[in-house]
């Protein structure tokens, strides 16, 4: 976005604001007999509650979550949080925003992590491991669907390359606990890092904003990822079907428990390794989410992991 429109974490209270923002929440609430929409918008930089008061009515009827807007207002303060008060908005043309302003990306590019991606799947030594993996990057298509994809809506890595990112990071923890542990079968934790969290190309739709998918919702990316690895084997001719149980289970497990949404909990030596790794990347993502939204000190209340973090970067 130009200088002349500020993002969403530059705003200052009591600024007058020209922006284009996405509409990630949309209600239509009453107050005094009359009908005032509550909103939240969307850039790449964050989240913002809105409130229009005396709003159109075709922004009533006809606005919809996921339209890009132009929104003319007043950046207030609303219970201690930031609020953007609208008193003009209608929906942004094309050629007025570039999407990149308004969907967070990865700091990798998308050959950076296509090429970190092959190169570490290059160093699986069992053949039949190596060849259903490359079953996958050899569709440029899904390489490429795969290297774009987000691996979160909100929590950790929701953005553009984030699910390769995360998944990138777990297969190197994978690899660095597997240094001390010379059981462990490090093909398998290379193909379970890579592909634990696959199905979340799937899970989430990326338009203006990330979201759940219709089949994401109703499937989950689990039980997506477990269905295309399985079918994917069957390709392969005499593909050992001991080899491909583990590799089915370190997908199915990587939850950890089953109320966090895992089928089967871990029950193999690298199957905890897989899980383990994906909580320290998964929560090291989100509080690197959280560190760069909080100054110093204490954050604000994180309800997911019912706690506030501090954050001090004084080393003394």
């Known amino acids: 976005m130009s200088e002349e429109t500020p993002r969403i974490v530059d705003f200052i209270p009591f600024e007058a604001v020209t922006v284009f923002l996405v509409v990630r929440r949309k209600d239509v609430k009453e107050f005094s007999d009359k009908q005032f929409l509550s909103l939240e918008f969307g850039d790449s930089s964050g989240r913002i509650a809105g409130v ?13 979550p996921g339209m890009v807007v ?12 930031p609020q953007l008060k609208v008193a003009k908005m209608r929906p942004a043309k094309e050629d007025e925003y570039n999407l990149a302003d308004l969907l967070a990306s990865s700091q990798f590019s998308t050959e950076e992590l296509k090429s970190r991606v092959l190169a570490i799947t290059d160093r699986i030594e069992n053949g039949y491991i190596k060849q259903l993996a490359q079953s996958f990057w050899s569709d440029e298509s899904f390489l490429d669907g795969y290297a774009k994809a987000a691996a979160g809506k909100l929590w950790h890595h929701a953005y553009i390359g984030g699910l390769a990112e995360h998944s990138l990071n777990v297969t190197e923890i994978c690899l660095d606990l597997a240094r001390r542990y010379d059981f462990l079968d490090r093909d398998i934790l290379i193909f379970g890092g890579l592909f634990h969290d696959m199905g979340k190309m799937s899970q ?10 219709d089949e994401g919702r109703l499937v989950g990316h689990i039980n997506w990822a477990d269905h295309l690895v399985a079918k994917k084997a069957e390709e392969i ?8 149980m583990k590799l089915r289970h ?3 497990s990587h939850h950890g428990e089953l109320e966090f949404g895992a089928p089967i909990v871990p029950q193999i030596a690298e199957a905890f390794i897989l899980h383990y790794a994906d909580e320290i990347d998964s929560k090291m993502g989100a509080v690197e989410r959280i560190r760069e939204k909080t100054e110093s000190g204490w954050s604000e209340y994180v309800k997911l992991i019912d706690r506030h973090l501090y954050f001090d970067d004084d080393k003394s």
């Open 70 to 81: 132009k929104v003319k207002g007043e950046v207030q303060e609303y219970r201690g949080k």
């Open 237 to 244: 001719e005499n593909f050992p079907p001991k080899i491909l």
């Open 204 to 213: 989430y739709s990326i338009g203006a904003f990330i979201d759940y998918s």
């Open 250 to 252: 370190l997908i199915l």
């Open 52 to 64: 229009w008061w005396d709003p159109d009515r075709s922004a009533i009827e006809d606005l919809q």
